[in-house]
């Protein structure tokens, strides 16, 4: 049995990939779910869940076992894996911190009435504010910093979600219709719920280059066993806020036949709203601080992440390019981050949703090939026998990339109707 002063010493990786995680797909997609669905969206939301867990899983696996990343590990199975993941990478830069700090930009305008601003000059200071953070603090103080914001988005979350239980569920409207779940538009919701819940597969790659910085700055190497229940504790704590935030939804919303807005920022604003109406004025401070805690800690992990795995990938295919491995590389790839997704707000800003939907069709199309190349990863001769995942493990994985691998057909066959 782990001590727990052991597990809170190795918290690290699990502690990032929760807070990466828990973003719009919660924030948006659970609540959502929750409001024009009720309770019985609990199923695919735990499923999603539980199908996709070892390719994540598998990130941490490779890395402390082997103490390599595990783009290094798609570059052992051959260049072209790397190349694969690297294509990922690339539609991901230019799209996912983008429609990140947009969300968070218009959530901090609408929760604290600034109208004096426009959303691309708070992008512009949350880029700068955030990319001094991790230059500054590095991959520690990104961990501290995040066990404060978890703690309170935590604590915030959990209140409210006793006072929306307490208050009991708003009266339903006599005019309203229970929308279908297995029509075309309820299977689509499926689709973006499921694809993106608790985060998009290529995460696994981020998750393993936070657990060599972890690696780093402990004293002593952690056993395989300590690594996976700290990765674990995470991610038992994204599924459970995704469930929290789906009661919030299907609490104060479902069943009063309300227009929810496609527009994340301000369906976001509309759910804080609709919060406080429900449960009174007074609970706005914790509900506008666990949403805003929310998006701000994704941006902050998901800045680092691509980061991280860009400067990872550019090293493994360029090899010779010694500029890549200088002290201060880290901190110019978080500058050309920042740098390269303003300049997609200011000059895209109006077909944002063009370029989310290029990236949502990448990372679902190939979301079960990154699966299964995570799967020959561990399984590979870089690992030895007794830490490659046990057979249980090995059968959840091959059905989380069948029922991937459906949900990507599927979503091809749906475009092109």
């Given at each position: 049995m782990t001590k727990p002063k052991s597990l809170l010493k190795a918290l690290g990786p699990g502690l990032l990939f929760a807070s990466m995680a828990i973003g719009t797909s919660h924030l948006v997609l659970s609540t959502?779910?929750?409001?024009?669905?009720g309770w019985i969206m609990v199923i695919p939301i735990l499923l999603a869940n539980i199908l996709k867990y070892p390719f994540f899983e598998f990130g941490i696996r490779y890395t402390t076992v082997t103490e390599k990343s595990l783009v290094e590990g798609y570059l052992n199975l051959g260049k072209t894996?790397?190349?694969?993941?690297?294509?990922?990478?690339?539609?991901?830069?230019?799209?996912?911190?983008?429609?990140?700090?947009v969300v968070t930009a218009g959530l901090f305008m609408n929760l604290f009435a600034?109208?004096?601003?426009?959303?691309?000059?708070?992008?512009?200071?949350?880029?700068?504010?955030?990319?001094?953070?991790?230059i500054v603090g590095k991959y520690r103080f990104l961990e501290n910093s995040l066990k404060a914001v978890i703690s309170i988005l935590f604590v915030a979350l959990l209140v409210t979600t006793v006072l929306v239980l307490d208050k009991g569920p708003v009266p339903e409207s006599q005019s309203y219709l229970r929308?279908?779940?297995?029509?075309?538009?309820?299977?689509?919701f499926l689709i973006g719920l499921m694809g993106w819940m608790p985060t998009a597969v290529e995460a696994s790659g981020w998750v393993s280059l936070w657990g060599m910085e972890n690696l780093k700055t402990m004293k002593e190497k952690p056993t395989l066993k300590l690594a996976l229940q700290e990765f674990n504790v995470g991610y038992f704590l994204t599924a459970l806020l995704a469930?929290?935030?789906?009661?919030?939804?299907?609490?104060?919303?479902?069943?009063?036949?309300?227009?929810?807005?496609?527009?994340a920022v301000v369906f976001a604003n509309q759910v804080v709203s609709l919060f406080t109406?429900?449960?009174?004025?007074?609970?706005?401070?914790?509900?506008?601080?666990a949403a805003f805690a929310t998006m701000f800690s994704t941006c902050m992990t998901a800045h680092d992440a691509i980061s991280r795995v860009s400067l990872d990938v550019l090293e493994k295919l360029f090899p010779k390019k010694e500029s890549l491995k200088s002290k201060n590389a880290f901190a110019v790839m978080?500058?050309?981050?920042?740098?390269?997704?303003?300049?997609?707000?200011?000059?895209?800003?109006?077909?944002?949703?063009?370029?989310?939907?290029?990236?949502?069709?990448?990372?679902?199309?190939?979301?079960?090939?990154?699966?299964?190349?995570?799967?020959?990863?561990?399984?590979?001769?870089d690992i030895p026998e007794p830490y490659k995942p046990k057979i249980g493990l090995q059968a959840l994985t091959y059905s989380g990339i069948v029922f991937l691998s459906l949900f990507a057909l599927y979503y091809c066959w749906m475009l092109l109707m």
């Open positions: 959502k779910a929750g409001a024009q669905y894996y790397l190349w694969v993941y690297a294509f990922v990478t690339l539609i991901s830069t230019f799209t996912v911190l983008a429609a990140l700090y600034i109208t004096s601003l426009g959303a691309g000059t708070i992008s512009l200071c949350l880029f700068v504010f955030i990319s001094l953070l991790l929308p279908e779940i297995f029509n075309e538009a309820g299977v689509l469930v929290f935030f789906l009661i919030i939804g299907w609490m104060t919303l479902y069943g009063t036949g309300t227009e929810l807005s496609g527009s109406t429900h449960i009174g004025n007074w609970a706005y401070l914790f509900i506008a601080v978080v500058l050309c981050m920042a740098l390269v997704n303003w300049v997609v707000i200011t000059l895209f800003g109006a077909n944002m949703g063009h370029l989310v939907a290029l990236a949502t069709f990448v990372s679902f199309v190939l979301a079960p090939l990154l699966g299964w190349m995570n799967l020959k990863a561990v399984m590979g001769k």
